[in-house]
Nanobody, 126 residues
């Protein structure tokens, strides 16, 4: 599967952005999806995950209550709605996919994902 992330940009603190990750292929429904981010000089970290059904989600503590991950299997796209953005949210955001037989499983480590998008830059100014 190929993944194309988009929606990044420059926003002021307190603002919102919605990231999209469009996937190719007919097997999107069989993939659990995740978002990760990498700030300058830091390691890539987990942000959010969603099961292949969309029924289960999981978030990093740093974004819980502010970010929402969702997916539209008909549009083969996963989204990350980011509200109440903070300067520390500045990073390149990557989407990732993992084929799975688990309908409600989600995954939070990089090594569990097989496919990665190219990343989209989010910059939050103070």
């Amino acid at each position: 599967v190929q993944l194309q992330a988009s929606g990044g940009g420059l926003v002021q603190a307190g603002g919102s952005l919605r990231l999209s990750c469009a996937a190719s292929g007919r097997t999107f429904r069989t993939y659990a999806m995740g978002w990760f981010r990498q700030a300058p000089g830091k390691v890539r970290e987990f942000v959010a995950a969603v099961s292949r059904s969309g029924g289960s989600t999981y978030y990093a503590d740093s974004v819980k209550g502010r970010f929402t991950i969702s997916r539209d299997n008909a549009k083969i796209t996963v989204y990350l709605q980011m509200n109440s953005l903070k300067p520390e949210d500045t990073a390149v955001y990557y989407c990732a996919a993992r084929p799975t037989s688990s309908i409600n499983g989600y995954y939070e480590t990089m090594g569990e994902y097989d496919y990665w998008g190219q990343g989209t830059l989010v910059t939050v100014s103070s």
